[in-house]
């Protein structure tokens, strides 16, 4: 049986990226809280993993102010993308995967907590564009 070569390479495409592209919608939004995951197709997943936030507490006083990041794994293929997405120097409020936009909805960030209390929980909205 031979296969069509447009199907060839798709399946040749699919094996060289790390994430199954072809399933994701064109554009999603999906909103997360910390450790929640959802689905974008049958065969990839985007994962809340944590919040990275490294401001300056409340009351300290500090040479650099900080960041706030949002730690994000992309799944669906042959090994998980993780990666940071924030609006700052460190990271980015959009990244690029083959085939792939991951970016951060604008938001209001948390409060900063004093030293030693840890980030407060809150959603995220992300859009996932399918290039």
Request: aromatic letters at 4%; hydrophobic letters at 45%; charged letters at 10%.
């Amino acid at each position: 049986m031979k296969l069509p070569l447009h199907a060839l390479a798709a399946c040749l495409l699919c094996a060289c990226s790390s994430v199954v592209v072809n399933d994701i919608p064109a554009t999603t939004t999906v909103n997360l809280q910390p450790r929640q995951s959802a689905a974008l197709g049958s065969h990839a997943a985007l994962r809340f993993d944590a919040i990275v936030d490294s401001r300056c507490p409340a009351n300290v006083k500090c040479v650099w102010a900080g960041a706030l990041n949002y730690q994000m794994t992309l799944s669906g293929g042959k090994a998980p993308e993780t990666f940071l997405l924030g609006d700052n120097g460190a990271s980015h409020a959009s990244t690029q995967f083959e085939g792939v936009t991951v970016a951060l909805a604008p938001l209001t960030p948390p409060p900063v907590q004093a030293a030693g209390v840890p980030p407060l929980a809150h959603p995220i909205t992300v859009t996932i564009t399918r290039r």
